[in-house]
C-alpha cells in the first residue's frame, strides 16, 4: 500500500481485521448492499448519479464524464474531499471503492492525494469484486463448518446462553431480528445482501480461528424478513441438536424482559419517551395480529384485550404484571404446539436435553 495510487486485492484481509473502508458509490447503491465496516460518503449524490446516467445512455462516456465534472466541482467538491479527509483522519487505515473499482474511485483516490494530501489504497474490482469473495467465503464456510444446534421452547434463553459461550454464530443478532412474530427492533433489520456480507464475514473469521464447532440457535428458514441461505438451513437442520429446558415461570419472565422491557427501551431510546412507548405498543398489537390465523379468531380476541389492558396499565402506572398474563398464554396456546410438532419429528438428532448448567458443560466439553 505503498503506491500513492495503490490498489488492494487482498480481500481476505480487510474483513478479518475490520478494515475501515470508504464508498464514494451513491447512496441508493449504498443502501441496497454494504459492508459492516463501510460508511457512504459519495462521489456523486444520487441526483447527478441519475443525470450522469442518462447523458451517458445518450451521448456516451465522454460526455458523462464531462458532466460529472461540471456537476462536482467547486464548492461540492470541496465539501466531498473535505468529508473524505476528516474520515481519512479517523480511519488512517481505510480503503476505499466505489462498484467495480473504475473512474469513480480512482478519481476519488487521486482528489484526495492532490488536494488533501492523503494516500489511501482502493479496492481493485470495487464493491463488486469484494461482494463476490463474501458469497464465495460464505459457500465455503457454510461447508466447512461443524454446527451444533441449541434448540428449546420460546423463552427458555436460548440466546442468553449462546452470548455464555465463546465459539457461536449469532443469526439473530446478524439478521438484527428476535426471530418469532415479536421479534422486530426499533431499527430495521439490514437487506438481505447485507445480512449475507455479515453471515459470509462471521464465517470467515471463525474458519480463521481454528474452526472449532460452531453452536448456533435453532431458527426457521426465515429471521423476519431475512432469509437463511438454503444450504446452510438444510446443514443446521441435519446438525446435532441440544435442547435448553427452562419452567414456565422462567420463560415467562425472560419474554418478559426480552418483548416488554428491552424492546421499550429501544424504542425510547429512538423516538423518546412518549412517543417511543406508541411506536412500541402499536408494534407490539400489530405483532400478535399477525399470528390471528394460528390463534384463531376467538382467542386471539380474547389474548389482544389482555394485551390492550396490560398496555393501558403500564401506560397509566407504569405496571408490568399485567403482561405477564398474556404472554403465559402466547407460549402456551401458540408457541409450545409449534414446539411439541418440530422437537418430535427431530428427536433422533437430540444429543443432551437440561438446564442452562447441563447444557453448558456438555456443549464446553466438561
Known amino acids: 500500500m505503498t503506491d500513492e495510487l495503490s490498489q488492494v486485492e487482498n480481500f481476505r484481509e480487510l474483513f478479518l481485521h475490520d478494515v475501515p473502508l470508504l464508498d464514494v458509490r451513491a447512496s441508493v447503491e449504498f443502501a441496497a448492499g454494504a459492508f459492516p465496516c463501510a460508511e457512504n460518503l459519495p462521489l456523486v449524490d444520487d441526483e447527478e448519479r441519475h443525470l450522469i446516467g442518462i447523458r451517458y445512455k445518450e451521448a456516451g462516456q465522454e460526455a458523462a464524464v464531462e458532466l460529472g465534472g461540471r456537476l462536482v466541482s467547486g464548492a461540492r467538491r470541496t465539501q466531498r474531499i473535505a468529508a473524505w479527509q476528516q474520515f481519512a483522519a479517523r480511519h488512517p487505515d481505510a480503503v476505499l471503492y466505489c462498484f467495480r473499482g473504475g473512474m469513480r474511485s480512482q478519481i476519488s483516490q487521486a482528489w484526495l492525494h492532490e488536494h488533501a494530501g492523503v494516500r489511501m489504497p482502493r479496492v481493485k474490482g470495487g464493491y463488486k469484486a469484494l461482494r463476490r469473495f463474501l458469497l464465495n467465503e460464505l459457500a465455503t464456510g457454510i461447508e466447512a463448518i461443524e454446527p451444533i444446534v441449541l434448540g428449546g421452547r420460546t423463552g427458555v434463553g436460548k440466546t442468553l446462553l449462546l452470548a455464555r459461550l465463546e465459539h457461536t454464530l449469532d443469526l439473530e443478532g446478524l439478521a438484527w431480528h428476535r426471530g418469532s412474530a415479536f421479534g422486530r427492533h426499533a431499527t430495521p433489520q439490514p437487506t438481505q445482501i447485507d445480512f449475507e456480507n455479515r453471515l459470509a464475514i462471521a464465517l470467515l473469521k471463525h474458519r480463521a480461528g481454528g474452526n472449532p464447532p460452531l453452536v448456533v440457535e435453532d431458527e426457521s ?87 390492550e389492558d396490560a398496555l393501558a396499565r403500564q401506560r397509566a402506572h407504569g405496571d408490568l404484571a399485567r403482561h405477564r398474563d398474556w404472554i403465559e398464554r402466547l407460549l402456551v396456546d401458540y408457541y409450545d404446539p409449534m414446539y411439541d410438532y418440530q422437537i418430535a419429528r427431530n428427536a433422533e438428532r437430540i444429543r443432551v436435553s437440561g438446564r442452562a448448567g447441563e447444557v453448558l458443560a456438555h456443549l464446553r466439553g466438561n
Open 221 to 307: 428458514k426465515h429471521i423476519g424478513s431475512r432469509h437463511l441461505p438454503e444450504r446452510l438451513y438444510q446443514r443446521l437442520k441435519a446438525a446435532p441438536l441440544v435442547v435448553l429446558e427452562a419452567t414456565l415461570q422462567e420463560r415467562v419472565e425472560n419474554t418478559l424482559r426480552e418483548y416488554v422491557i428491552d424492546s421499550l427501551a429501544e424504542h425510547r431510546a429512538l423516538h423518546g419517551e412518549e412517543t417511543g412507548f406508541e411506536t412500541w405498543a402499536d408494534g407490539l398489537l400489530g405483532s400478535l395480529d399477525r399470528v390471528r390465523r394460528r390463534l384463531g379468531g376467538v382467542r386471539h380476541q380474547a389474548l389482544r384485550g389482555v394485551l
